[in-house]
């Protein structure tokens, strides 16, 4: 695989490595570190910064109009203070989005395996239902598998328009 920096593999003769490039340039960290002098600030923790931006309901709502239109933009914070709560939100929140998978179950909530090994076609999908009178703490996931005990809060969370 090749990008208009070059490759994403650095060829050794065992096998391919995989290399990091960096997406943030020195002038966009710059731009950052001087918003907030005396203070250290790592393209690493830039990029959290704008993951956490980017999730944030009240820049989603402010930049609504321009965001259907144009690439977003990047605002600077007042503080330093303010910088590292999206830095670190954006970190926690990445953390979460990359390893949804090995997330604990919310407390609480019941997963119904029915009957039987579990085999792959098990958890292949043919529709999705709530339970009798569309009720959302109950997801029927296909006719085998079935979620119930599910709070209402957890439908807030959205990802690609679907909670």
Aim: charged content about 30%; proline content about 6%.
């Amino acid at each position: 695989m090749t990008t208009s920096q070059g490759s994403l593999f650095e060829q050794t003769p065992s096998q391919p490595r995989l290399v990091r490039r960096e997406a943030i340039t020195d002038e966009g960290l710059k731009h950052f570190q001087d918003a907030y002098p005396g203070k250290t600030i790592s393209k690493q923790d830039l990029f959290y910064y704008v993951y956490g931006i980017l999730h944030s309901p009240e820049y989603r709502e402010r930049y609504a109009d321009t965001l259907r239109k144009e690439l977003p933009r990047i605002p600077r914070v007042k503080t330093y203070k303010a910088f590292k709560a999206f830095s670190d939100a954006g970190r926690r929140l990445g953390e979460m989005h990359v390893n949804f998978d090995s997330q604990p179950i919310y407390e609480g909530v019941k997963v119904d395996y029915g009957k039987g090994p579990l085999t792959p076609e098990a958890f292949r999908v043919e529709k999705m239902k709530y339970g009798k009178g569309k009720d959302k703490s109950i997801l029927h996931y296909n006719d085998r598998i079935t979620v119930t005990a599910i709070p209402l809060e957890a439908y807030d969370y959205v990802v690609n328009g679907k909670s």
